[in-house]
């Protein structure tokens, strides 16, 4: 299997539940695909048609937070000039699935694996200032102090003028603190969130806040756009 860097900066603090590993045979079942939520072409395609209805132009660079086995990652590395799709994951076992079976080798000459790391703080410092960024299905799982750490670092390897767009499952301001909805909890993954949770902690990083709303996602989830301000 492909070797994947990883920067581990918790140690062996690092959440158990994002050490996965997949053998030859689960890779062969795809459940590398599973693990990241399934849908694996509906979710993919409407990623990459999302951000290019956004903008995104085929020299733009791209930073893919949360990247998994790269249910968009294929689609981008399709659209983007060689070399421009960067991704991070928590777990470099999920990302080497991905690189190794989805891809082609044509494919894999457009994404240098130096392109892709593992990292469990958010770390997507790569030496390349992106044009672009999306977090697909991650704040949905992290607490919001991660999310607080995810815009962070985000903003500080985005171009002044950039973005970032990010899912979350949304509750309207009415829906007790207490409330849950079916496996959705404001305390546990999968994570919930009020629409003012996520303004808040984009004042943690050079930020201008808007909300999207409904992008199309099978599941509900709702789409923010965060806009790198200057220094």
Known sequence: MTEIAQRNEA??????RYSRTFSTKEIAG???????????????ELQRDFLIAQGLQPADTLLDVGC????GGVHFVDYLEAGNYYGIDINANVIAAGYDSELTDEQRDRLPVENLQATDRFDGDFGVQFDMAIA????TH????????????????????????????ERPPGFP?????????????????????????????????RYIGKWGHPRGQRMIELTRVGD
């Open 30 to 44: 795809e459940q590398h695909r599973t693990y990241v939520g399934g849908r694996w072409d509906e979710i993919g």
């Open 177 to 209: 603190v207490d409330g849950h909805n079916r496996s959705q909890f404001t305390e546990r993954n999968a994570y919930w969130y009020y629409r003012r949770d996520l303004r808040w902690v984009s004042r943690f990083g050079r930020w201008e806040f």
């Open 142 to 169: 992290v607490s919001l102090n991660n999310i607080r750490l995810c815009m962070y670092r985000v903003s500080k390897v985005l171009k002044p003028g950039g973005r970032f767009y990010a899912t979350f499952y």
């Open 68 to 71: 998994g086995s790269l249910r």
């Open 136 to 139: 697909q299905s991650v704040f």
């Open 11 to 16: 140690g062996k603090r690092r959440d158990p």
